[in-house]
C-alpha cells in the first residue's frame, strides 16, 4: 500500500539527506524502495554490504542510495556527513534506522543543516481510511485495538500471527538492539519493566514505585525508559504547564506504538491508539510542514483530568477526552475551558448513537469518524 510519507520524502530526495526513522517494522524499507524504481540498497547488518559501504563502492549511476541501519556503524554521522560535503546529490541518499538517529551525538560530527528527518508511524485510521478506504471504519478501528497498527500483523488480521508476531518483534529489540547499541544487560529487568508499563497505560507513572518493583534506582528506570523511547517502543506525554520545567517534574505518561501490547479494558486501548494517532498526525505535521505541535495531557491540583492537550506553538488549540460509550459531555472541560480562550473541546466515543454540539462549542464525535479524519 502506499504510504502518507511518500510524496513528502520524493519531493526532499534532491536537497538534502533524509533520514528515516520509527519503529522496527513500520515500513521504512519497504517505503524507501518505493521512492525509486533505480536504487541501491545497503543494509548494515548484512556483512558484504558492510564492506561495500566501508569501500563506498555503491553504484553512483543509481538515483538512489538507500543505508539501512546505518546507525549500527561508529561515528556513522562523520562518514556521512563526509560523503555529502565532498560528492554532494545525486545520488540522493536516504538513511533508514529503528532508533531516533537524532539522539546519538556521542557517535560524531553534527550533520545540522544537511537532512531532513521523517518518522514512520504504524498504521492509524486516517492513514487506512485515505489509502485503503475500507467500508466498514468500525471494523478497521475494531483490528487496530486487537493488533495494533504495524502493517505485517494488520493486514494479516489474524490473532496467531499477531501472537507470535508480537514476541518476536519484542525479542528483536530487546536482545539484539539495546545489547548493540545501548550495552544494556539488564534484559530481564527491562523485558520485566515493560510487562509492568503495559498495565498503566494512560496512567501518570511513578519513577520510584517502578524502582521498587525493580528492585533497582530511579535513575536506572529513568534510563532504561529514555533507551526504550530511543528504540521507538514507546513515547511519553507529559502534563501541560506553562513552565516547561515544571512540567517535565510531574509524572508523565506512556503509550505503546503497538497498540496490541496494552494490557487493560478497551478503554484504555482506545486512549492509546489516540495517542498514537494524535502523535502520528503532530509528526507528520512538523516533519513534513514544519509546524510545531505537542502532545500533552492536562490535570489540576484537584485531580481533575482531560485525556490530551494538543499545543500548536506552544499554545494549547485542543482538549481531548475519550471514552468508550459515553454519550454526556465531560464536566472536566468547563473547569479547564476558563483558562485558554478560543479552545477546542472535542470529546470522542468509539460507541455513540448520536454526535453533538454544545453552546460552549464542545463536540461530542464518534471515535471512528473523527480518528479517520483527524482534523485539529
Known amino acids: 500500500m502506499k504510504r502518507y510519507l511518500a510524496e513528502y520524502i520524493r519531493e526532499d530526495l534532491d536537497k538534502k539527506i533524509i533520514l528515516l526513522t520509527g519503529p522496527r517494522q513500520t515500513g521504512k524499507t519497504t517505503l524507501s524502495k518505493m521512492l525509486e524504481n533505480d536504487f541501491d540498497y545497503f543494509n548494515y547488518d548484512n556483512g558484504d554490504d558492510r564492506l561495500s559501504l566501508l569501500k563506498k563502492s555503491w553504484d553512483r549511476s543509481k538515483s538512489l542510495i538507500i543505508l539501512d541501519e546505518l546507525h549500527k556503524l561508529k561515528n556513522w554521522k562523520s562518514w556521512l556527513k563526509g560523503i555529502y560535503d565532498t560528492e554532494g546529490i545525486p545520488p540522493s541518499i536516504l538513511v533508514t534506522g529503528s532508533a531516533k538517529l537524532d539522539t546519538y551525538k556521542k557517535v560524531g560530527d553534527s550533520l545540522a543543516g544537511r537532512f531532513f528527518q521523517f518518522r514512520v508511524h504504524p498504521l492509524d485510521l486516517k492513514e487506512i481510511h485515505t489509502f485503503l478506504k475500507p467500508d466498514d471504519l468500525e471494523a478497521q478501528l475494531d483490528k487496530l485495538l486487537m493488533f495494533g497498527g504495524f502493517p505485517e500483523p494488520f493486514l494479516t488480521g ?3 500471527f ?3 508476531w508480537k514476541k518476536s518483534h519484542l525479542d528483536i529489540i530487546l ?5 548493540d547499541l ?3 544487560q539488564q534484559i530481564t529487568q527491562v523485558e520485566t519493566l515493560i510487562q509492568l508499563l503495559r498495565i498503566r497505560v494512560g496512567s501518570p507513572i511513578s519513577y520510584s514505585s517502578l524502582a521498587q518493583d525493580l528492585q533497582c534506582s530511579d535513575k536506572t528506570v529513568k ?5 526504550l523511547e530511543n528504540m521507538y517502543v514507546l513515547f511519553k506525554v507529559l502534563p501541560f504547564h506553562k513552565n516547561i520545567a515544571r512540567a517535565i517534574q510531574k509524572a508523565p505518561k506512556f503509550y505503546f506504538y503497538d ?3 496494552v494490557l487493560g479494558d478497551q478503554g484504555i486501548k482506545l486512549e492509546n491508539a489516540v495517542a498514537c494517532a494524535v502523535q502520528k498526525e503532530l509528526h507528520f505535521r512538523e516533519d513534513c510542514l514544519g509546524e510545531e ?3 500533552y495531557y492536562m490535570k489540576n491540583k484537584d485531580g481533575r483530568e482531560i485525556d490530551f492537550c494538543i499545543t500548536s506553538n506552544t499554545i494549547p488549540s485542543l482538549l481531548l477526552e475519550v471514552k468508550w460509550n459515553d454519550s454526556h459531555l465531560s464536566p472536566n472541560f468547563e473547569i479547564f475551558n ?3 480562550s478560543n479552545i477546542k473541546m472535542i470529546q470522542i466515543s468509539k460507541i455513540l448513537d448520536r454526535e453533538k454540539t454544545f453552546p460552549n462549542g464542545a463536540q461530542i464525535r464518534k471515535a471512528s469518524s473523527w480518528l479517520s479524519k483527524m482534523t485539529f
Do not use: C, S
Request: glycine content about 8%; hydrophobic content about 30%; cysteine-free.
Open 223 to 227: 534510563r532504561w525508559l529514555t533507551i
Open 162 to 164: 499477531y501472537n507470535r
Open 293 to 295: 505541535g505537542k502532545l
Open 182 to 184: 545501548e550495552n544494556v
Open 259 to 261: 497498540t496490541g501490547q
Open 338 to 340: 476558563k483558562y485558554f
Open 175 to 179: 536482545k539484539q538492539d539495546l545489547i
Open 158 to 160: 489474524t490473532a496467531r
